[in-house]
């Protein structure tokens, strides 16, 4: 019998007590595509024990947890219960409006960003159809629905994902508010070691809301949510920040001693990062990185001592713990990365057992992952030109009236705000687009501006092909050269210091979204898309080349290929295996005729009987 997430965490429990009697964490719901559609409703949850509203879906942070296979299709019917708000046609001096506005990103996939069911004379975008895909120009009005399908090619890759609301100028309150949560595409069968394939999960969505800025953005937007969120905070005397593990403040799992556990993380803020690691005391844990936002490293797995987490990223870290004595406690500690400090904070207690059987904690295989073709290694590939693209942040005044937050491509730069909209004659369905790239080629950008401003690209992960060795050694190594992402935030880096990415534009064309993932800064206008223009389906036909191990159909394991010979052996065993080949045949034709011939003369010699009759 196969016990649940509950059950093991019961059991465990009992060898543990005496320690944290904090909160058992809560696993999300977990909903299989398998099961049908999963069913959204974009409303509102109570904060932890704050007392107020903040954005949710289904009335929980995090909402149900989506689990799909490659190649499979996630289907989900989002309904907006939201209300209340100011609509930014009317307000164009504004950053912050059409609070009861929505829609659903499915963040790191690899999917169309366009719509999947096309209305005659509808235009570009979402606004008048009722089903989508991976499209953030889509728009769910109050009281209305509308299904996204996220149709997962094949050789998806297996990973850590999450989905959020994503319209343009309420992204920071829903998002930033806490509504989310994982998007879990499962490891095909034979693709992971047994090692790794039979860890113990633990799924941790972890929230950071700043209640000064959300409260800042609900009352410009006339938010019926979060509009007293931080003088609510400061009359009760609670902490103006709020940090929370799956909706929890600092809850406790039960881990046995010595045994490897799988923790998925993803991290959530309007604005702030995090640098987790383990406190050591009584008990010490190791941790081995095994993944970053949904992409298993070049080589699994990596030794690191800390978590770093901008708004948006993931990671699946591998952790095992020991005691000094039996049991014990140890605690992930949460602190600021960048911008106000805070912290370190108790964000998940261990409560860790011991495990008789064991002396000692195994050591995890180095393993290397064969990637899919959209994968691949691009370190070696041939680009024709780099680009140059920029987050740039123009300080001029307070949050919301003064900052122009721009983001520019080879010196032309663009802010996507209603009151650029107004004066360019268009909206946010006929925005132009800052550069029209090509499906089924490799680009390459020089990135500036990663000291301050995560950058997140829809659609098609980066892979950091150029990286200062400071930005390395300042996280032990978290960085590196051939990492794929699709939210980099660098502290680390000069004001004027850059990376350069490397991008294959693979199979979808369409609007490619570009933006700053600190969500206040999205909705403030920094924010763009690519246009990517070609024949849908186009594939970059080099990556065979680059990593020959690839695949592009459904992962299926390699048969074991028999030894070939070496090229001096080769150059006369095969011409010799030829000759005698052809000598057998001419061999076995010879012998064929002669036994033909002598049947036939057999025939041709009377009997004795036959003479007899003659005379």
């Not at 140059?388 to 942040?393: F, G, R, S, V, Y």
């Not at 159909?553 to 295996?577: D, H, M, N, R």
Request: one cysteine or more; proline letters at 6%; aromatic letters at 8%.
């Amino acid at each position: 019998m196969r016990l649940s997430f509950a059950s093991k965490e019961a059991l465990l429990g009992i060898a543990c007590l005496g320690l944290s009697t904090a909160e058992n964490l809560k696993e999300p719901l977990q909903h299989y595509s398998t099961d049908g559609p999963a069913w959204l409703s974009m409303g509102y949850a109570k904060l932890g024990d704050y007392g107020f509203d903040t954005f949710a879906y289904n009335g929980s942070i995090p909402g149900p947890t989506l689990r799909v296979k490659p190649g499979n299709s996630l289907e989900v019917h989002v309904t907006n219960n939201l209300a209340g708000g100011v609509a930014c046609e009317n307000v164009p001096s504004y950053f912050f409006c059409d609070s009861s506005d929505t829609n659903l990103h499915v963040h790191g996939l690899h999917v169309s960003p366009s719509d999947i069911m096309s209305n005659p004379g509808s235009g570009v975008g979402g606004i008048n159809k009722a089903n989508f895909g991976d499209d953030v120009f889509s728009k769910l009005k109050p009281t209305t629905a509308g299904t996204y399908h996220a149709m997962l090619p094949p050789s998806h890759m297996s990973g850590t994902y999450w989905y959020h609301p994503h319209w343009h100028h309420s992204v920071a309150l829903q998002a930033g508010g806490g509504a989310g949560g994982f998007i879990i595409i499962e490891d095909p069968t034979g693709y992971l070691p047994s090692e790794y394939e039979d860890m113990p999960e633990r799924q941790l969505f972890i929230t950071a809301q700043n209640l000064a800025v959300l409260q800042m953005a609900a009352l410009q937007a006339a938010s019926t949510a979060l509009s007293s969120a931080f003088t609510s905070a400061l009359a009760a005397g609670k902490s103006t920040s709020v940090f929370l593990t799956n909706g929890q403040s600092n809850p406790m799992t039960n881990i046995e001693a010595k045994t490897w556990y799988r923790l998925r993380m993803c991290f959530a803020s309007v604005d702030q990062s995090m640098i987790l690691n383990m406190s050591n005391s009584n008990g010490t844990c190791e941790m081995q990185l095994m993944a970053k936002d949904g992409v298993y490293l070049k080589t699994v797995p990596r030794s690191i001592s800390h978590v770093y987490l901008a708004s948006g990223n993931r990671a699946d870290v591998a952790v095992a713990c020991t005691c000094t004595t039996y049991p014990c406690e140890v605690t992930m500690l949460g602190r600021s990365w960048t911008g106000t400090d805070f912290g370190p904070l108790p964000m998940l207690t261990f409560n860790v057992s011991a495990k008789e059987t064991r002396t000692s904690v195994p050591v995890l295989p180095e393993w290397t992952p064969r990637m899919p073709c959209y994968m691949a290694d691009l370190r070696q590939a041939t680009v024709p030109v780099t680009n140059d693209l920029q987050l740039i942040l123009k300080i001029g005044g307070d949050d919301f009236n003064g900052d122009e937050h721009n983001i520019s491509w080879n010196g032309r730069s663009e802010t996507m705000t209603e009151a650029a909209m107004k004066q360019m004659g268009v909206n946010m369905l006929t925005f132009p687009a800052l550069a029209n790239l090509s499906v089924g080629a490799v680009h390459e950008m020089k990135v500036t501006g990663l000291e301050e401003h995560p950058l997140h690209i829809h659609i098609n992960h980066m892979q950091i092909t150029e990286l200062p060795e400071t930005v390395s050694q300042a996280t032990g190594g978290y960085f590196q050269n051939g990492d794929h992402a699709d939210t980099i935030l660098m502290p680390s880096l000069g004001r004027d210091e850059s990376i350069k990415i490397r991008m294959q534009l693979d199979n979808y064309t369409g609007r490619m979204v570009v933006h700053c993932h600190i969500l206040s800064h999205e909705d403030e206008g920094m924010m763009a898309f690519i246009n990517i223009t070609g024949r849908e389906g186009s594939n970059y036909q080099q990556a065979e080349q680059l990593e020959p191990t690839c695949y592009r159909t459904l992962f299926t394991e390699l048969e074991e290929e028999t030894p070939i010979p070496s090229a001096g052996l080769a150059s006369w065993v095969i011409p010799l295996l030829v000759v005698l080949g052809l000598v057998s045949i001419f061999g076995a034709f010879v012998l064929l005729r002669r036994m033909r011939r002598r049947r036939q003369s057999k025939q041709m010699v009377p009997s004795d009987s036959d003479s007899e009759l003659t005379a």
